[in-house]
């Protein structure tokens, strides 16, 4: 499994709303800087966020689109960096909103396992207002 197949997984996780699959590319010991609510997640309080997230969606779904962004890789280690975005969906699949997030990923290969052991999300801070930049221009 390499990077690529992790983000198509993390977007078919995230579609289908299956915490457990989304769940099963992070490291037990992943660290999450999250833009959202709170500092840092490990893995416990990142499972919560995740199934409260999912369970707050009802009948809408979420579908995610990656940036080419910057791939960094070594043999044991490899780091993504570039821009999701995420756009809620109805339940006939229109659009109803979307965020953008500036993101990084550092994935560890570890005997061919590849976990997320690194995630850090995040929105620039408009200077005059001191609110999030959910889109970029």
Same mark, same amino acid.
């Given at each position: 499994m390499s990077y690529k197949t992790i983000l198509k997984q993390y977007a078919t996780a995230?579609?289908?709303?299956?915490?457990?699959?989304?769940?099963?590319?992070?490291?037990?010991?992943?660290?999450?800087?999250?833009?959202?609510?709170?500092?840092?997640?490990d893995i416990g309080g990142f499972r919560n966020m995740v199934t409260g997230w999912f369970d707050s969606l009802?009948?809408?779904?979420?579908?995610?689109?990656?940036?080419?962004?910057?791939t960094f890789e070594s043999q044991d280690q490899t780091v993504w960096?570039?821009?999701?975005?995420?756009y809620g969906l109805s339940e006939e699949d229109e659009v109803l909103r979307s965020i953008s997030n500036r993101w990084t990923w550092? =994935?560890? %290969?570890?005997? &061919?396992?590849? !976990?997320?052991?690194?995630?850090?999300?995040?929105?620039?801070?408009? =200077?005059? %207002?001191?609110? &999030?930049?959910? !889109?970029?221009?």
């Open positions: 995230v579609y289908n709303k299956d915490a457990e699959g989304l769940l099963s590319l992070y490291d037990s010991n992943v660290c999450v800087y999250d833009t959202w609510n709170e500092w840092r997640y009802g009948g809408e779904k979420v579908r995610v689109e990656f940036t080419q962004g910057y960096v570039g821009e999701l975005k995420f550092v =994935i560890k %290969n570890s005997n &061919g396992m590849f !976990k997320i052991v690194h995630e850090h999300s995040s929105l620039p801070i408009n =200077i005059e %207002n001191f609110s &999030g930049i959910m !889109k970029k221009d």
